[in-house]
């Protein structure tokens, strides 16, 4: 069965580093997200891209953030200058239309210190 | 008001026992509707999409109430490994980010 691969499955950083966190969506699908759980709480909405570009991003999503799909199968999320609240896990999901099922990958646990 | 509100629980059920969870949501236009599981730090995994007519699959039914805006999930005959956090997600007909609510925990009782 197809599955979301993400990595790395753990990134310790330094606060004000850069980290780049890494995602293959399934390879038919069109949609692509990042949501973050912090630790005890819930799943959140970052952004979604779809052709090439974001169709949607919430609150969280600043301009200490970025994605790119710098190949047909690579999606990142880029975090430059992270800070200590940046540290949760970070799921990266697929999915083949807007409004059907997300499929998440097994995450990346950030911690920064 | 939030999106999608859940009671947290925890849920403390025996084996074999029926539970439902109750998931709310505040906006009308919202259009699918989702229960994913979720095991301690791991990602969530679809349980089952929620249709408009009801679904079931095996010992998990899932019903979907428009009028008074909530969707339900019915675990029958619980087994150990059902013990998780159950997750709904909502999606609004105007974008696609999927609003989840904070989760149920389960946990099931020799």
């Known amino acids: 069965e197809p599955e979301v691969t993400q990595t790395p499955s753990h990134q310790v950083t330094q606060m004000g580093q850069e980290v780049i966190l890494r995602c293959v969506p399934i390879s038919n699908h069109l949609y692509f997200y990042w949501y973050r759980q912090i630790l005890g709480q819930k799943v959140e909405f970052l952004v979604s891209f779809y052709n090439n570009e974001i169709s949607e991003k919430s609150e969280i999503f600043d301009d200490q953030f970025s994605v790119e799909r710098p190949d047909g199968s690579n999606f990142t999320l880029k975090i430059r200058s992270t800070k200590l609240e940046d540290s949760a896990m970070y799921f990266c999901?697929?999915?083949?239309?807007?409004?059907?099922?997300?499929?998440f990958g097994p995450g990346t646990r950030l911690l920064v210190l | 008001r939030k999106e999608v509100e859940q009671d947290p629980g925890p849920f403390n059920v025996p084996e074999g026992a029926t539970v439902a969870f109750n998931c709310t949501y505040s906006?009308?236009?919202?259009?699918?509707f989702f229960w994913y599981r979720q095991d301690c730090r791991k990602e969530p995994k679809l349980l089952m999409s929620v249709y408009s007519s009801g679904n079931e699959d095996g010992r998990f039914t899932a019903q979907l109430n428009r009028a008074s805006q909530y969707i339900s999930l019915l675990i029958r005959d619980s087994k150990l490994s059902d013990s998780a956090t159950y997750l709904c997600?909502?999606?609004?007909?105007?974008?696609?980010?999927?609003?989840f609510g904070t989760g149920t925990s389960l946990t099931v009782i020799p």
């Open positions: 906006n009308s236009a919202s259009q699918s």
């Open positions: 999901a697929s999915s083949q239309t807007s409004v059907e099922t997300q499929y």
């Open positions: 997600a909502v999606n609004r007909n105007t974008g696609n980010q999927f609003y």
